[in-house]
Every structure is written in structure tokens, then in C-alpha cells.
């Protein structure tokens, strides 16, 4: 199977399917999902190179923000695009945008660290004043879904 943190590597339709059956035949699997429980079960069926604490922090994720299921539609559109950061970073940033108007928050903003963090021990800790100041390229006061991507993206290599 190939690994799925290559940069610039997209997945092959056969490592695609290899992971939908992998997903489907974990013990949790009911309703087109799986339990959290099974995340580290999932990667390390899929011969992930993240540690254990990057693995933990997915589930971790996956409870808080999506009741503790992982989808399967949700999975295959998340190991489709990690070999793009760009692409990976625009995917995250809409799903951070919690209440879907668009825009950041702060409490968006520290459950957003919390997860890459985690993904690149190089990022420094930073406030929410000083990203907004980072991210806010038009300067309006706020940070968009758009200049969320493009500050994820710019500062780290989430997903890989």
C-alpha cells in the first residue's frame, strides 16, 4: 500500500479500494462508519507513518467533532487528498468553520491547533490575536475559510 503522506504522490485506485475494504471489515463498522475506538486499528492497517500520539490526535478529532464515528465517505475524502497540503489545508479549514459562516473563530481557531499541533511540533504556539493578524490578508478583521487554507497550508504540513 502506498504511503500516504508522500507529498505530491496521489493514491492509486487500488490503495483506495485496499483501504475502503480495511475500513468495512473493522469490527465497529455499521452504517457506513467506524468507531473511534478502531482509528488506531485503521492506521495501522494502513501502514500509516504518523506516531502514536498524531494517531491519537485524530481520534481525539474524530470524538470531538464528529461524535466519535468516522464516515466512510468522510475517510476516503481525507486519504484522497493528503498528498496535496494545499488541498488537504482547504479541506480542514471548511470543516473547522463550525458554524459555517464563513469566518474563524477563536474557539474555531484552538480546536483548529489542537489537531495540527500535534502534526508538526515546529509550529509555535501562537494566539488568536497574532493569527488573525497572520491569516487576515484583506485585512478586515477577520480570518475567512479561504485565508485559513492559505495560513495552514504556509505554516506547516498538515496531513503528511
Known amino acids: 500500500m502506498a504511503d500516504l503522506c508522500r507529498e505530491g504522490v496521489p493514491l492509486s485506485e487500488k490503495d483506495i479500494a485496499q483501504m475502503k ?6 469490527p465497529s463498522y455499521q452504517n457506513e462508519s467506524i468507531s473511534t475506538d478502531d482509528f488506531t486499528n485503521l492506521a495501522n492497517g494502513m ?18 467533532n464528529f461524535e466519535g464515528r468516522v464516515k466512510l465517505e468522510d475517510f476516503l475524502a481525507r486519504i484522497a487528498v493528503m498528498h ?14 463550525k458554524n459555517g459562516d464563513g469566518f474563524i473563530s477563536e474557539e474555531e481557531f484552538k480546536d483548529l491547533l489542537e ?15 497574532a493569527f488573525v493578524a497572520e491569516a487576515d490578508t484583506n485585512e478586515d478583521g477577520l480570518v475567512s475559510v479561504c485565508e485559513l487554507a492559505a495560513w495552514i497550508a504556509k505554516k506547516t504540513k498538515c496531513g503528511h
Not at 119 to 124: E, G, I, S, T
Open 115 to 129: 489537531v495540527i499541533i500535534v502534526f508538526d511540533a515546529n509550529l509555535p504556539k501562537i494566539t488568536y490575536d
Open 47 to 64: 501502514q500509516w507513518t504518523q506516531s502514536p500520539e498524531q494517531i491519537a490526535a485524530y481520534k481525539v478529532y474524530f470524538d470531538k
Open 84 to 97: 496535496d497540503t494545499n488541498e488537504f489545508a482547504s479541506m480542514l479549514a471548511v470543516q473547522m468553520d
Open 21 to 26: 475494504n480495511m475500513f468495512t471489515n473493522l
